[in-house]
T-cell receptor
């Protein structure tokens, strides 16, 4: 069965520091992968996606992610975190039935000044 | 353009009552998804529509939950005889088709007393 694991439930970084959020997936075929961000009381906003092609994908707000098939990973990175990046981040893979998304448990990001 | 909208934004109901949650997808999007977000269970898929038909209802937790979509547009999720464990945020998403990027609405926060 497909699954997504985000090993870090909560991460705190200093403003201006770099960030990496981990995501591992379990999927038999080539996965379609997403990162979404959710601010408190808000819906989910798409940060970036990987369908095929270049394994390093660029997203909005200065985020990028790298697909590594050998490690079954799709980690999210940002070189310099801003206080407004504090939110919850979800990694997701498209399931093999009907396109439903299978989400990881989420990583809550706190940013200290 | 207009995004996915959901109503009501908040709903408080008494145990045993029925509730209806509405989703207006992005115009022209043929696929529509319902998800539930709760503290203990994270983000869970409920049901998927392609047009007016629902090929995948596998995520509906019990027969108290049902959904329909009319005119290939608006969808209603109905929960009958609500229970306290139904308290959650119900998110709707739409996409151009299967395995396309899903765009999420702001959600309906349901509280069952």
């Amino acid at each position: 069965a497909q699954s997504v694991t985000q090993p870090d439930i909560h991460i705190t970084v200093s403003e201006g520091a770099s960030l990496e959020l981990r995501c591992n997936y379990s999927y038999g075929a080539t996965p379609y992968l997403f990162w979404y961000v959710q601010s408190p009381g808000q819906g989910l906003q798409l940060l970036l996606k990987y369908f095929s092609g270049d394994t390093l994908v660029q997203g909005i707000k200065g985020f990028e992610a790298e697909f590594k098939r050998s490690q079954s990973s799709f980690n999210l990175r940002k070189p310099s975190v801003h206080w407004s990046d504090a939110a919850e981040y979800f990694c997701a893979v498209v399931g093999n039935q009907g396109g439903k998304l299978i989400f990881g448990q989420g990583t809550e990001l706190s940013v200290k000044p | 353009g207009a995004g996915v909208s959901q109503s009501p934004s908040n709903k408080v109901t008494e145990k045993g009552k029925d509730v209806e949650l509405r989703c207006d997808p992005i115009s022209g999007h043929t696929a529509l998804y319902w998800y539930r977000q709760s503290l203990g269970q994270g983000l869970e898929f409920l049901i998927y529509f392609q047009g007016n038909s629902a090929p995948d209802k596998s995520g509906l937790p019990s027969d108290r939950f049902s959904a329909e979509r009319t005119g290939g547009s608006v969808s209603t999720l109905t929960i009958q005889r609500t229970q306290q464990e139904d308290s959650a945020v119900y998110l709707c998403a739409s996409s151009r088709g299967m395995v396309e990027t899903q765009y999420f609405g702001p959600g309906t926060r349901l509280l069952v007393l």
